[in-house]
């Protein structure tokens, strides 16, 4: 009866350190991916939010064109800073970060004018217009369109002045 009652208690105690073994060894790492899966998860959702975002402002956004001031690159997309300009708006700075298909990225460097949707409720909600990134940009007139160097406005690429700002065009 004492032996059986030493066996029962060595096999607790053996039952209790392996306890502790596991909770030590196994329990941190486990928890770390759990936390790490649910992380995970919930960036995907902010991106399917973000991504749900940026559709309604290209639907209901304003069109407008932004001088990309500087930019740099965050894993897969662009990180960009953007000077907008819209109508009669002063123009203002945003920073947006946007995923541009590499055909298009010599359209996107510095100096660059580039299309963007603006959202009506707020000003500094700015979504790249990548669609139109593709497009030939022509004049009103249908001719192909030349950049202003001063103004950064469209113009006849026939024009010797700019119409907006009348600076001297400057060719090649």
């Given amino acids: 009866m004492k032996g059986t009652l030493i066996v ?3 096999l607790a105690v053996l039952a209790l350190a392996l306890f502790v073994w596991i909770s030590i060894l196994l329990l941190p790492p486990l928890l770390l991916a759990v936390g790490f899966m649910r992380y995970a ?11 749900a975002e940026q559709e309604r402002i290209r639907a ?4 407008a064109q932004a001088v990309v001031l500087k930019l740099g690159k965050t894993g897969a997309k662009l990180d960009l800073t953007l000077k907008v300009k819209r109508g009669v708006v002063k123009p203002y700075g945003v920073r947006i970060v946007a995923a541009v298909p590499e055909i298009y990225l010599p359209r996107v460097q510095a100096g660059k004018v580039v299309p963007v949707f603006v959202d009506p409720q707020e000003k500094g909600r700015v979504v790249l217009d990548v ?26 690429a ?12 400057k060719r090649g």
Avoid: K, M, W
């Fill in 41 to 51: 998860r919930g960036l995907e959702r902010a991106e399917e939010q973000d991504e």
């Fill in 131 to 156: 669609d139109a990134l593709g497009e030939v940009q022509t004049t009103p007139g249908g001719g192909p369109a030349q950049e202003c160097a001063y103004c950064s406005r469209l113009f006849s």
């Fill in 158 to 169: 026939n024009d010797v002045v700019c119409p907006h700002c009348n600076a001297p065009v």
């Fill in 60 to 63: 209901q956004g304003l069109a």
């Fill in 8 to 10: 029962i208690v060595v």
